[in-house]
């Protein structure tokens, strides 16, 4: 008769980190139940057990995880698991690697987006869905080029039509503006209509 599998949140403090310890060296068959344990540990701030003082050094210096793969055995598990419920049989034959490749796509997306998602990482390649993924990344990239370069020639045209001059000329105009301007608050407000530029074309792609 198999042993019987306890869940992380009825484990001891020992009983986490030895399990951690045995799951760790089988990433890739391991993943949701490495990153179920981590985010307990995490979450219950048990890593001060161990006399840490913050995750990252623990999983790091006892298990020589670096934090980045252990933020991503977590988020993986968060979303997939507990956010989305998928049975945990599919997660596992869709692998870790291509969770991670989807993910990007994932996290504020509605249902059925990510229901194709998920049915793209089952059902394509691995190649091919790197190369779709790549290209998809490409064509966001590419579409964000072409609108700030439509706002920007945008604004030559409108600044050199209202001071009649060159672009070289309007450049000097501009530095003479800025030169004893208060550039603390410039950042702030470009800050701020960049963040808004950026939201109003995310909205129109939607």
């Not at 008769?1 to 990433?27: I, R």
């Not at 344990?37 to 790091?60: A, H, M, P, T, W």
């Not at 030559?156 to 105009?173: A, I, Q, V």
Request: net charge negative; aromatic share 12%; glycine share 2%.
């Amino acid at each position: 008769m198999p042993p019987k599998t306890v869940p992380p949140e009825a484990m001891s403090a020992e009983e986490k980190f030895n399990a951690l310890a045995n799951l760790k060296d089988k990433l890739e068959d391991n993943f949701i139940s490495l990153g179920q344990l981590l985010s307990e540990i995490k979450r219950s701030k048990l890593y001060l057990y161990k006399g840490y003082e913050n995750f990252k050094d623990f999983v790091e210096m006892e298990y020589q995880l670096s934090g980045t793969l252990a933020g991503k055995l977590m988020s993986t598990f968060d979303l997939f698991i507990e956010e989305m419920d998928i049975d945990e049989t599919e997660v596992k034959e869709i692998g870790f690697d291509r969770l991670q490749m989807i993910k990007p796509f994932m996290k504020n997306a509605d249902w059925n987006v990510r229901d194709e998602w998920i049915h793209k990482a089952e059902e394509m390649p691995f190649k091919e869905l790197r190369e779709h993924i790549k290209e998809l990344k490409q064509k966001e990239k590419e579409s964000n080029i072409d609108l700030k370069e439509v706002y920007i020639e945008q604004f030559w045209e409108k600044m050199t039509g209202w001071f009649n001059c060159s672009r070289k000329e309007l450049n000097f105009k501009l530095a003479l503006y800025f030169q004893d301007a208060d550039l603390d608050n410039i950042k702030k407000i470009i800050k701020e209509r960049q963040r808004l530029f950026e939201l109003e074309t995310q909205n129109k792609k939607e």
